[in-house]
């Protein structure tokens, strides 16, 4: 069983920056590719960016340029750095993780509310 721990949401002013984190344990047995992605009320959850085991990354348009997403390795853990957040940004934002033997896990997901 494997599971993801998310964490460093929170309520920030526009402009600000926040940093969220994603920890997996468990048996991982080597991780495919990691992502993020939000839910905002009302809303189907989207694609925010990924990450794949080679480093190669993929942003949604609305977010590129003002998030990064990372990834460690030795301590299987994800980051999404996310810089200029704006009103829109304010969602519930998930960790996904795909395996090497391409099973997919969810984290419980971590509250980001931008408002002054």
């Known amino acids: 069983q494997v599971q993801l721990v998310e964490s460093g949401g929170g309520l920030v002013q526009p402009g600000g920056s926040l940093r969220l984190s994603c920890a997996a344990s468990?048996?991982?047995?080597?991780?495919?590719?990691m992502g993020w992605y939000r839910q905002a009320p009302g809303t189907q959850r989207e694609l925010v960016a990924t990450i794949t085991s080679g480093g190669v990354t993929n942003y949604a348009d609305s977010v590129k340029g003002r998030f990064t997403i990372s990834r460690d390795n030795a301590r299987n853990t994800g980051y999404l750095q996310m810089n200029s957040l704006n009103p829109d940004d304010t969602a519930v934002y998930y960790c996904?993780?795909?395996?090497?033997?391409?099973?997919?896990?969810w984290g419980q997901g971590t509250q980001v509310t931008v408002s002054s």
């Open positions: 468990g048996s991982i047995f080597g991780i495919n590719s």
């Open positions: 996904k993780l795909t395996t090497a033997r391409l099973r997919v896990y």
